[in-house]
């Protein structure tokens, strides 16, 4: 159990008021918290021609030469999403010390989900290709995604002909993924179903069909009180992982819901669970092909 002081609970309290009240349409209120300091914004870098191929990159203060990367896809049931609600969570790892990239990809029902699938994989090729201008190491780049985003970031992590098809000549150091679906046939709702409706084959659509022993390094984090991504998707994805000669790391907040696993990136807010550091951690801790 983590005891947190009556102040931390009162800008809990408020944060999940604002953001399920529809008050805070576009994360302002995380985004507040995060303030604006001990970093350096390179925005609407283009990895693409469509006008939402772009990402911006979030540069720490003090960083050194040849740091880690974290690219960073957030969620929004494939529909819904801008860069611009995320900085909380690129400011959470900038503190620390990684660059932290965070792509905009075109959405349904304006695309096909193979291309803002393809968006993830071009996204990263891009900055494989341009991170060393910013300071960056391009051999350990980690994906890194929330709820649909972790979707994305498993497809592109776990599917090397997708990276082979974007031109990306290095593999990933890692995959972080929080709260994400993985397993999720048969397709239960309606829009979703419709998200993914012109695959041949539903199984191409899930991130478990790629999982095979030359997989990167993976952490996956879930929360148990998650009733919207339930966490047997995280469950599933390690097993496999495991069944095919791969592996993963799991780890399971007590208590914790969908949008908690998120919002406890923000820094202000790493009380309601150890997300941050244990990605962190996991960073830290990964050895990359050299």
Request: net charge positive; charged share 20%; proline share 5%.
């Amino acid at each position: 159990m983590i005891s947190i002081s009556r102040r931390s609970a009162s800008l809990y309290l408020i944060l999940i008021i604002a953001l399920f009240s529809g008050a805070c349409s576009r994360l302002d209120v995380l985004n507040a918290t995060a303030g604006s300091s001990g970093y350096r914004r390179v925005a609407d870098q283009a990895y693409g021609s469509a006008p939402r191929q772009k990402l911006d990159i979030y540069i720490p203060t003090d960083k050194t030469a040849n740091t880690d990367v974290v690219i960073f896809f957030y969620g929004g049931r494939w529909q819904t999403g801008d860069k611009n609600d995320y900085r909380f969570a690129a400011a959470g790892l900038t503190a620390n010390g990684v660059i932290s990239v965070i792509p905009d990809y075109r959405l349904y029902p304006q695309v096909d989900w193979r291309d803002f699938i393809g968006d993830a994989a071009a996204a990263y090729r891009w900055v494989e290709k341009n991170i060393a201008a910013h300071g960056g190491n391009p051999r350990r780049i980690f994906l890194m995604g929330h709820s649909a985003g972790a979707h994305i970031t498993a497809m592109v992590a776990l599917d090397q002909s997708l990276r082979r098809q974007a031109g990306s000549e290095i593999n990933p150091c890692g995959m972080i993924g929080l709260a994400g679906p993985y397993d999720f046939l048969p397709f239960a709702d309606a829009d979703v179903k419709q998200v993914f409706h012109s695959a041949e084959r539903a199984l191409e659509t899930q991130p478990v069909f790629y999982a095979d022993r030359t997989d990167p390094n993976i952490l996956l984090l879930t929360g148990d009180a998650d009733t919207s991504v339930k966490p047997r998707n995280t469950y599933r994805l390690a097993q496999t992982l495991q069944d095919r000669g791969g592996k993963a790391q799991v780890i399971v907040y007590k208590g914790v819901g969908h949008a908690e696993i998120l919002i406890a990136l923000a820094p202000r807010l790493k009380f309601i669970a150890p997300v941050l550091s244990d990605a962190l951690n996991f960073i830290r801790k990964t050895e990359c092909e050299p």
